[in-house]
Structure formats: C-alpha cells, structure tokens
C-alpha cells in the first residue's frame, strides 16, 4: 500500500507493509523506497515497515526549490507525523543514513532503534573529494553517470543490484531527476553535512551496518566508529547496498538487533 503524506517538500509517497512496531526505511541519492525491496518481506513479518521515497524521486513529489540532504533531514519529522507515528526504528542509506542520525540527534524521543547503513555525514573531506564532489554535483555528470555509477559501487550482482542498476539507468532520461541527485551531491560538502561532532548526542540504540567494498564511503568506518564508539558495529563484504547486495546477511545482522532495541506498541 501506498501512502501519501503532505510536508512542506511537498506529497511524500511511502510503501507501507506489514504489522507490528514501526521501522522506517530511508533509501539513498539516487534511488527509491524499492531499493529495500530484497529485504522488505523479511522485516513486514515482524514490523510495520514504511519505505520512504524522498522528494525528487519514486512517486514523491519533485519540489520547485533546490534539494539537499539538510533539507531531507529537516523534511523527515514531517513525514514521521505525516504518518501518525510518535517513534520509530530507523534505518538509513547513504544520504538517508544522514537524515536517520539527524533524526535521532535532534528528536531523540522519536527513534526507539537507529540502524545507519553505510551513511552519509561521517566523511572527512580534502581537496580531492571536494572536487569529486564538485563534479558529481552537475546534471551532465549525473545524465553520462546513471547506470553507470551503481556498477562501480555495488559490488554484488544480486537480482535486487541488476533492479537498482536499471532504474538508475532509466533515470539518464529524466533531467529532473538528474538535477535532484546533483543538487543532493553538491550539499555533501557543506559543513553542516558533517555529524562527526554531533554524532556524541545520539541515544538511541545503534547499529551501524558497512559494506566494507563499498568505494564511496567504506573507508569512513573508522571516521563513524570514532563519533559513535558505542555503537554495535557490523562489517559485511558488500557495497554500498547491503542490503540489496546480501539481504540474507543483512536482516541476520539487522532483525536481531531490532527485536532487542524495539519495544511493542502496546507496551509502549
């Protein structure tokens, strides 16, 4: 089922299946809630899961404002409200993995379990990243990329990959969607994008699930264990898409977890 939910970004679709206590699945720049499709049955049989897709993709709105991961972040209270939901397990992706940590840092009372899944924000940038940034920031960049890119960091051909890989390829047809994912890019190098400093804050329980061949940001495991030392810290031999690379190994690392940190709505 599809649900829609107004927000000052405009309609945000969410993919809601399943029953039982809410976990929120936030999918990376670019893609959609389907990303997660490979371990959604998994999670529905225990959870009411809710994959977003965020603005600018999937069956959400394209805002007329220029996008950025700062604005997912202050974008996601609305869509938890949206959703009439006072908490919720989070689990994050990439840039979605950012606007999870924002979450739990700046609305600690809404996220009973955080799950970051090789997440935005931890990076230290230096001149060359900033530049690889600067580039990946361009809609040209962005058209001659799609499908392309997808098959430089996900590392595993899983059915669930060769599904993100060929959406991602449809996407070089859509300008649009091409100056989303740009504009998201260009905000990784503002300083606000980085949490390190603030990641102390976060109470929730938390794991942290890497793809430790993950070429974009598998080396900054070491960067996230030092502002999160706390954290249960699960390394799995994939890309940037664990859970689409080894869904299998994936919900081992992820199902336990949330069966601990997460408490029933009735006994809330």
């Not at 039982?20 to 959604?40: K, T």
């Not at 960091?153 to 047809?173: K, M, Q």
């Not at 994936?250 to 940190?261: E, N, R, S, T, Y």
């Amino acid at each position: 089922m599809i649900k829609e939910v107004a927000t000052s970004l405009g309609r945000i679709a969410v993919a809601v299946e399943g029953e039982g206590p809410p976990v929120l699945l936030l999918h990376a720049n670019p893609g959609c809630h389907r990303d997660y499709d490979a371990v959604i049955p998994a999670l529905a049989q225990r959870y009411a899961t809710y994959a977003v897709d965020w603005p600018g993709y999937g069956g959400s709105a394209r805002p007329g404002e220029s996008l950025s991961a700062m604005a997912y972040a202050r974008v996601l209270p609305e869509i938890v409200t949206g959703l009439g939901l006072d908490r919720a397990a989070v689990i994050g992706n990439s840039v979605g993995g950012y606007a999870a940590a924002r979450l739990a840092i700046e609305h600690p009372d809404r996220v009973t379990a955080l799950v970051l899944v090789n997440s935005g924000g931890f990076s230290a940038l230096n001149p060359a990243s900033r530049g690889f940034i600067r580039v990946m920031g361009t809609d040209t960049a962005m058209r001659l990329l799609a499908g392309r890119l997808p098959r430089f960091y996900l590392r595993r051909r899983t059915p669930a990959v060769r599904e993100i890989i060929a959406r991602d390829t449809a996407r070089r047809r859509d300008p649009a969607a091409n100056a989303v994912a740009a504009a998201l890019w260009r905000s990784f190098a503002a300083p606000e994008h980085d949490l390190r400093s603030r990641a102390a804050a976060i109470i929730a329980p938390t794991l942290l699930v890497w793809g430790s061949r993950d070429p974009m940001v598998g080396m900054d495991a070491s960067g996230v264990r030092r502002a999160m030392p706390k954290a249960t810290w699960r390394a799995l031999p994939t890309g940037h898409a664990p859970f689409a690379e080894a869904p299998e190994r994936f919900l081992g690392a992820v199902l336990p977890f949330l069966d601990a940190a997460t408490v029933p709505i009735a006994d809330q």
